[in-house]
């Protein structure tokens, strides 16, 4: 799988981050459960795009990625 399908996959983590921390906000007798999966879901987002930086070089799209 090329870098740049990699990548995507990588952004698509940090909206589903996104959207987990946001439904925290919303229901708070689940917050804490929901902060802490937004947190893992953001984490694996970023494991993923180091692996990509260091097995397959550096970005081939500089705003394909961190935001």
Do not use: C, Y
């Not at 919303?26 to 902060?35: D, K, R, V, Y």
């Not at 987002?45 to 990625?65: I, M």
Request: glycine share 2%; net charge negative; charged share 20%.
């Amino acid at each position: 799988m090329p870098a740049k399908e990699l990548l995507q996959e990588a952004k698509k983590l940090r909206k589903i981050s996104d959207s987990l921390e946001a439904l925290a906000h919303q229901h708070t007798p689940i917050t804490e459960a929901l902060s802490i999966l937004s947190g893992s879901v953001r984490n694996s987002a970023t494991l993923l795009e180091v692996l990509v930086a260091l097995r397959l070089g550096p970005f081939p799209e500089t705003d394909s990625v961190v935001n």
